[in-house]
């Protein structure tokens, strides 16, 4: 998934919600958002964990 999309999605949507122009779903939705973040906080931090073995293992002559 694009991540410039997935997050002007969430810019949009959470500003909607903020402005009460949802008549329903909100919770849902938000739970939603609050997981796709936290997939995306997930991968993040696997990405950097990976990229610093790696790192590592130039530094260790592994």
Known sequence: ???Q?????IRTR???LKTAMDAGQT???LALI???LLVGA???VLAIRTKLL???GIIDGA
């Open 1 to 3: 998934m694009d991540i």
């Open 5 to 9: 999309l997935l997050t002007t999605w």
């Open 14 to 16: 959470y500003a909607e």
């Open 27 to 29: 919770s849902t939705e």
């Open 34 to 36: 609050a997981g796709a």
């Open 42 to 44: 997930g991968l993040l």
């Open 54 to 56: 790696e790192k590592i």
